[in-house]
């Protein structure tokens, strides 16, 4: 390839759907710049990586990714790695000390600069464009403020009938476990406009689900002096978004979630009653250790107000076990309370050791083996719980909307008590549909976790 040809580039979107949105805004950037985006990785002569960084097991994924394209290019047959995101922005030196093929590294609070990382560009003090052929680090850029940043013209990644809005960035939680503070920084949100600009956008682009996310979506406008919070940016989103079907909240904190967002989510429309609040924990003393800022009595009601306020909601929270310190008695008051409470779907993490947050220095850590047996504990006693709740759906009507569908196998969709990627599925009994489709279906049979309709 001749210097004066536009690259040829791959990129790999490793984590969560926040990292995935940063993934498609640096994408769409990158078909601005003029290079060439292609699907086939082996093709490429420059690959992107988006990192994630809140794990180990993320950051080891991720590491060996990089690792393999450095094979390569030591081999010949790939000309330049920029890696971004997450990891970047924790371990920056770590990772170029280790893997000092890479070319180039975009933290996430300057992600804009990765056209000027893939096209070898840098800046001189003037702001002028200089050569460089090992750019680095870029520098930090924080939004100046939230009428200033903003994440329209994305080339997306999802299907096209549904699409992640990010609401904020950063979190001011201070959970013990917990690096995202420290990787993204303090919760800084986009103004009202900006989001119902951005929905549009994406509608306006066939997407017909909206998944509003955050790191803290209850906390949605503390940082902008925006008075009506989370519940006013909700019944502004369900008048403005004409011509979305399903507008989906995740990850709520349980400390904030007010009267005023109950309500919201109960008369807005197009907003499903589906609640993504992950719990982490009820016994208290683990709460407190955590940092949660809520007991027991808080969660217990909270989850009361939910269900007597919004009939028929669908909730769905996370759990960790195995944190520093975590008794029998205290797993096994975790365990009776998922199964008394009956949440419709449940995930759960095993403590992961990670050095540079508080909870590492606790004492008590739980034996890696007993984490694991606690983890299957749980999520048995969930499955029983789930595959009941599944036979229960058999004879009832709902709305879907079908995610895929082929030659080979039935169609696959979602009702709206289900998220895309972390919840059970709909199967199609019969009939032939199109992704983005929604029709009216009866639920047949239940398969384990998911369940078999049959259009009406």
């Not at 759906?393 to 030659?407: H, L, Q, R």
């Amino acid at each position: 390839m001749a210097d004066a040809d536009p690259p040829l580039v791959a990129f790999i979107s490793l984590g969560c759907c926040k990292n995935l949105v940063d993934s498609e805004k640096m994408l769409g950037q990158l078909a601005e710049s003029g290079v060439v985006i292609c699907g086939d990785e082996s093709t490429a002569d420059t690959i992107v990586v988006n990192t994630c960084g809140f794990l180990d097991a993320a950051r080891e994924e991720a590491l060996e990714i990089i690792e393999e394209l450095a094979e390569r290019k030591r081999t010949g047959t790939l000309r330049r790695i920029v890696v971004a995101g997450c990891l970047v922005q924790r371990d920056r030196e770590k990772l170029l000390e280790t893997v000092p093929e890479i070319d180039a590294i975009v933290g996430v609070n300057n992600r804009d600069d990765v056209a000027r990382a893939v096209l070898h560009r840098s800046v001189d003090n003037a702001g002028q464009p200089t050569a460089s052929s090992a750019l680095r680090y870029l520098g930090d850029y924080v939004p100046a403020g939230a009428a200033d940043w903003s994440d329209r013209g994305r080339l997306r990644l999802t299907p096209n009938h549904y699409a992640y809005v990010r609401i904020s960035e950063g979190c001011n939680q201070r959970c013990t476990f917990c690096t995202i503070p420290a990787i993204r920084g303090p919760l800084h949100g986009k103004r009202p406009e900006t989001l119902a600009g951005e929905c549009r956008e994406l509608i306006d682009d066939g997407a017909r689900e909206l998944i509003l996310i955050g790191q803290d979506t209850t906390s949605y406008g503390v940082d902008l002096g925006y008075q009506p919070g989370l519940a006013g940016l909700l019944r502004l989103l369900d008048q403005e978004c004409d011509g979305a079907r399903w507008l989906r909240l995740m990850y709520v904190y349980p400390s904030i979630f007010t009267d005023e967002m109950i309500a919201a989510i109960a008369e807005c429309e197009r907003v499903v009653k589906y609640i993504d609040i992950p719990l982490q924990h009820i016994n208290d003393r683990v709460l407190k250790a955590m940092g949660r800022r809520v007991t027991r009595k808080q969660t217990e009601d909270l989850l009361e107000r939910l269900r007597r306020s919004i009939p028929g909601v669908v909730i769905r929270t996370t759990f960790i076990v195995g944190f520093p310190g975590e008794t029998e008695a205290e797993f096994a008051e975790l365990l009776d309370f998922a199964c008394d409470f009956g949440f419709d779907a449940v995930g759960a993490f095993q403590y992961s050791h990670e050095p540079d947050t508080p909870a590492a220095r606790l004492k008590g850590r739980v034996d890696d083996a007993l984490i694991q047996e606690r983890h299957e504990r749980l999520m048995l006693a969930q499955q029983e719980i789930a595959f009941a709740a599944a036979r229960e759906k058999i004879g009832t009507e709902f709305e879907i909307v079908i995610d895929e569908s082929n030659a080979e196998t039935p169609p696959l969709a979602r009702h709206a008590g289900q998220a895309p990627d972390v919840d059970s599925v709909c199967v199609l009994e019969s009939g032939s549909a199109s992704p983005g489709e929604f029709m009216r279906v009866r639920c047949v049979g239940a398969d384990d976790y998911d369940l078999i309709v049959r259009p009406m």
